[in-house]
């Protein structure tokens, strides 16, 4: 609103609507608070995407407090439709919701694999207690250390349970768990 109070005083450039469209810029142009003169590519994207005719009546129809948000709005669709002309913000969103289906889905399997990590210490904790328990004249005589008792389980003893996880890397939503 700076650039609105110093144009009264006749002082400033003309905004970049005004210059690309090499016209006057009036004292009261629809165009001047959201498209200053320092930014003319902001405009000139706006106006090759949506037309200035169009622009001008879109911002005439809204209430003064809602046109700096639909000008925000026309100048992100702008620069997305000059990025890419098919698509737009549409491309944009697509590609985004595309990296957080995938992030959800290696999020899930990082999970899935603290659990399968969980449940293969929990078996061999158990198994370990049961083979190797400290009796009571072995915890006075040698006091082990709390990692003792997460030994690995000895090579002819078998885990209460073990269970493994298969990847589908084709479909990374279809993980499944299986006994082993």
């Given at each position: 609103m700076m650039k609105e109070s110093s144009?009264?005083?006749?002082?400033?450039?003309?905004?970049?609507?005004?210059?690309?469209?090499?016209?006057?810029?009036?004292?009261?142009?629809?165009?001047?608070?959201?498209?200053?003169?320092?930014?003319p590519q902001k405009f000139a994207n706006v106006h090759r995407v949506f037309g200035a005719?169009?622009?001008?009546?879109?911002?005439?129809?809204l209430a003064v407090e809602q046109r700096g948000d639909a000008v925000?709005?026309?100048?992100?669709?702008?620069?997305?439709?000059?990025?890419?002309?098919?698509?737009?913000?549409?491309?944009?969103?697509?590609?985004?919701?595309?990296?957080?289906?995938?992030?959800?889905?290696?999020?899930?399997?990082a999970q899935a694999e603290v659990v399968h990590l969980k449940v293969r210490q929990a078996a061999s904790f158990s198994t370990a207690t049961i083979h190797h328990p400290i009796s009571p004249s072995d915890s006075a005589a040698a006091s082990p250390s709390p990692s003792s008792n997460?030994?690995?389980?000895?090579?002819?003893?078998?885990p209460f349970f073990e269970m493994d996880m298969a990847?589908?890397?084709?479909?990374?939503?279809?993980?499944?768990?299986?006994?082993?």
């Open positions: 144009r009264k005083q006749g002082a400033a450039s003309p905004c970049a609507a005004c210059k690309l469209l090499r016209r006057r810029c009036a004292h009261d142009c629809v165009f001047a608070p959201y498209f200053p003169a320092d930014e005719s169009n622009v001008n009546k879109m911002l005439q129809e925000s709005s026309m100048v992100y669709e702008a620069n997305a439709r000059v990025r890419d002309p098919v698509y737009g913000c549409v491309g944009a969103i697509s590609s985004l919701q595309q990296q957080i289906d995938m992030l959800q889905t290696q999020l899930a399997i997460f030994m690995p389980p000895s090579s002819h003893t078998k990847v589908d890397h084709d479909n990374l939503a279809e993980s499944v768990w299986y006994p082993t």
